[in-house]
């Protein structure tokens, strides 16, 4: 019987050849739905409305001292996920612990940012909406903090194989998820109100 | 068999079984014990409205009874009874030892028989849900309906919208990775191209209901004001959001069932699927066009006009990828050499019930008769044609079609024969009468009606079709019981079918195939893969070329705990918000040590490593 051999193929690999990379994509997808549906109900709200923001807009300052710590999170991120790809272990914990600093710190920030939205969820829809979306954005921080975190020990107590690599380095694209996913909805909570 | 794989692929229990064929068969069973419950809910109605003035059934408990009914029709029968039908067959299909992520859909399965065995708890109980299955607000908002009756029906849909979801992320997983080599995509068959196009569209279309439903709760339980129009609220956004997710829904179960089509047509006509391209392409312009329908469920709001006669051209639109896909399968059948068996029979009835609903459908596509058509009798025929000539006779093909290759044994032809009959005739004579009973004026969700309406004769024959279809349901129960027990013995492939879940035994073993094949190399086959560890093959997307190996997980409890822990905080959240918090703990806890590496298992993926 002719055969073809496949021992001799790797055991992982990274990025879109990997199964679970395809499970990412496919969360990305559903959650980004999500997001872009809430930030649909909030704009649809918006547009019944006849004064918007019927309160004062959110303050400014923390959302916007957590877009920068957001933005530059993707620095010891990406440094996490190349050391990963090289299969790095101690450089990948150093960045590991970096970004788990650094999420924590933006979930500290994003608590002070709600204290700061001059509406309550219950005040009225557009409270309700501004909330959900700010809120929606939190699991998905907590979540990716909360991976992280796991990794993290993971890493340092084992027991560790080549392919725990392929999941920090997964890690890492949905940790950019929730960093790009809060640009809009930054933009849309933030400043639309200022400028619509 | 082969001893060695069956040792390494067998599951280790009852609660931690993972293998994909079980889950299947677990989905399939429970889902469609969910179909028995809610039909028999259905024949309560029929019995309640067979003569006029009935006080058989009172109002509360019929407005329970519809409610239940739709809900647990949609979202506990017919969505997961087609992915459960995928999770089966598309492994087998592309030549795969499992599906991807085979844990994950362990948990699934439990989060989706929690949910069910929940509504039909509550109704039990006489708290079920009783603001229809689509629970528009204000009707089901706080003021109008307190007491916690709508929040059970929105849990539900969280339930059954979180398992839904993380099945199609497995089905598209192992339909674009795990495919045999040498399986092009354009080789992949239509059953799996058809579970691909569902998928993705519950990606997109179950996250609008999700986020819907879970305004809905907040709205009644933490004082959001969504659906709300004294605090700047808009009960309209719950109609949007709803048919974002409602009308694709339709398409999640009708196309599934075209693919059932597509795999039992060219068995039974003995050629090839006459148009393979058409056909792929059919499928991916239905699910496109799927999302620019939602608002021909609302011209009954006040939406612009301009707006309605977008909606009105796409209904009509849609209808060009299904005919293309309806003339398929008809030169299929007029070219090949018919061999007419039950399964044929099922999927021929498509072509009647489903064309009628079809034609029904471009009826209320137009705005005026919608306007004067909308909440009545007619919708209700035209849906059930669509629904159950759709995708309801198409499964029951399915069934007899596959029920060898699930338990190695035929199922009775004769019973198939009087069940198919009995069930199309009863089809007929309980929903046609309603088109003209919509037509005369009587709405949907009415416990009852004066005679002086002179709709009695009507409803009348309504149930006794009906009843009909129950007897049908009852031979159906017989001939499963009776040809699992005792069924002439299948062999691999009694069709003669050419997928290739027809290549290997009947029932499959637990690693479905000894030897993978290689398509388009006649006779070779994957050597190499690990016997004594859960090793399998990846592949390229397009091409399918090998790709690398992966190991896969062994069996774990963990899904099923963390099932029960996420049964726990959603039930735990109808009472009190603060179950989102305390009861998200045991779920971290849960899916923690679900992910967390086992030292042994890690040994032996690492005597397998190679390094990319």
């Known amino acids: 019987m002719k055969t073809l051999d496949v021992s ?46 019927p309160n004062a807009p959110p303050e400014l300052f923390w959302g916007t001292v957590n877009v920068a710590l957001l933005l530059v999170s993707i620095v010891p991120n990406h440094l996490a996920k190349r050391a990963a790809e090289d299969g790095d272990d101690a450089r990948l914990r150093l960045w590991l612990v970096v970004c788990l600093l650094m999420g924590l710190a933006m979930l500290a920030v994003r608590a002070l940012e709600f204290t700061a939205l001059n509406a309550r969820w219950d005040t009225n829809a557009y409270g309700s909406a501004l ?4 809120g929606l954005h939190t699991v998905h921080l907590a979540t990716d ?6 990794l993290t020990v993971l890493m340092f107590t084992g027991p560790l194989e080549g392919r725990r690599h392929v999941d920090a380095a997964e890690n890492a694209i949905f940790w950019y998820f929730v960093v790009y996913a809060w640009i809009p909805v930054y933009a849309i909570t933030y400043w639309m109100p200022r400028l619509g | 068999m082969n001893p060695l794989l069956e040792r390494t692929w067998r599951d280790t229990g009852f609660f931690s079984a993972i293998n994909h064929k079980t889950i299947a068969l677990r989905y399939i069973v429970t889902s469609f014990a969910f179909f028995v419950a809610a039909g028999i809910l259905a024949a309560l109605m029929r019995l309640q409205l067979a003569v006029p003035e009935n006080d058989f059934i009172g109002p509360d408990l019929y407005n329970q009874l519809f409610t239940v009914h739709g809900t647990a029709m949609m979202f506990l029968f017919a969505v997961p009874v087609m992915e459960a039908m995928g999770v089966y067959l598309v492994p087998l299909m592309v030549g795969a030892r499992s599906i991807a992520f085979p844990r994950m859909n362990a948990f699934s399965y439990w989060v989706f028989l929690f949910g069910g065995v929940m509504l039909f708890g509550v109704l039990a109980l006489n708290i079920g849900p009783d603001t229809g299955w689509f629970s528009y607000p204000p009707l089901a908002g706080p003021e109008h309906s307190p007491g916690k ?10 339930f059954t919208e979180l398992a839904a979801l993380l099945v199609a992320i497995e ?3 192992t339909a674009f990775k795990m495919r045999a080599p040498g399986m092009t995509l354009a080789r992949m068959p239509l059953f799996v191209w058809a579970m691909v196009v ?16 879970t305004a809905l709760i907040a709205d009644r339980l933490v004082g959001t004001h969504f659906y709300n129009p004294a605090e700047g609220g808009d009960a309209v956004l719950w109609q949007h959001l709803f048919w974002f997710f409602g009308h694709p829904e339709v398409y999640l179960i009708f196309i599934p069932a075209l693919g059932f089509m597509s795999s039992i047509i060219p068995t039974f006509a003995r050629r090839p699927i006459f148009g393979y391209p058409a056909m792929v392409l059919a499928l991916i312009a239905t699910a496109f066009l799927g999302f620019g329908l939602w608002v021909h469920h609302m011209f009954a709001a006040h939406l612009p006009e301009l707006g309605k006669s977008f909606f009105t051209a796409a209904s009509m639109l849609i209808a060009i990828p299904t005919a293309i896909q309806i003339f398929c399968w008809i030169a299929t059948l007029w070219t090949g050499r018919i061999v007419f068996r039950t399964p044929l029979l099922f999927v021929l009835a498509f072509f009647f019930i489903l064309v009628a609903g079809g034609l029904t459908g471009i009826m209320v596509a137009s705005v005026p008769l919608d306007l004067q058509l909308h909440d009545t009798y007619f919708v209700v025929a035209h849906l059930h044609y669509v629904l159950i ?17 699930f338990t190695g044994r035929m199922m009775s032809e004769r019973l198939g024969q009087w069940q198919f009959w009995i069930a199309f005739i009863g089809f007929e004579v309980a929903f046609f009468p309603m088109h003209t009973l919509g037509m005369d004026g009587m709405t949907r969700r009415i416990h009852t009606y004066p005679e002086a309406m002179g709709w009695g004769a009507a409803n009348f024959i309504s149930t006794v079709g009906a009843l009909m279809i129950a007897a049908s349901g009852v031979l159906f129960i017989v001939n499963v019981v009776r040809s699992y027990r005792r069924g002439a013995p299948a062999g691999d492939n009694p069709w003669g079918a050419d997928t290739l879940e027809w290549a290997t035994s009947s029932p499959p073993p637990s690693y479905n195939f000894d030897r993978i094949p290689v398509l388009g190399s006649e006779g070779v086959v994957v050597t190499g893969l690990a016997e004594k560890s859960r090793e399998v093959l990846i592949t390229t997307v397009v091409d399918a070329m090998p790709d690398h190996r992966l190991a896969f997980p062994n069996p774990t409890i963990w899904p099923f705990l963390s099932a029960v822990a996420v049964t726990v905080m959603f ?10 918090v305390w009861g998200s703990i045991p779920i971290v806890v849960g899916v923690t040590l679900w992910f967390w590496p086992r030292k042994d298992e890690t040994r032996e993926h690492l005597a397998l490593e190679k390094r990319p």
Request: glycine share 8%; proline share 5%.
């Open chain 2, 198 to 213: 569902t998928s993705f569209m519950i990606l997109f279309a179950m996250p609008a209901v999700m986020f819907a439903s």
């Open chain 1, 131 to 134: 909330w959900f979306l700010l």
């Open chain 2, 149 to 158: 009756r709508v929040d059970f029906y929105a849990q539900l849909i969280t």
């Open chain 1, 8 to 53: 001799w193929l790797p055991s992982y690999k990274y990025g879109h050849h990997s199964l679970m990379w395809w499970g990412l994509m496919g969360l990305i997808a559903i959650e980004g739905t999500a997001l872009a549906l809430a930030a649909a109900a909030y704009l649809y709200v918006w547009s019944q409305a006849n004064v918007w923001p």
């Open chain 2, 389 to 405: 000539g759709g995708a309801v006779f198409p499964l029951f093909g399915a069934w007899y079609y596959w029920f060898p290759k």
């Open chain 2, 171 to 173: 089905i598209i997983a």
């Open chain 1, 145 to 150: 903090v909360y991976d992280t975190a796991v």
């Open chain 2, 571 to 580: 039930i735990g959240s109808i009472f009190t918000p603060w179950a989102v």
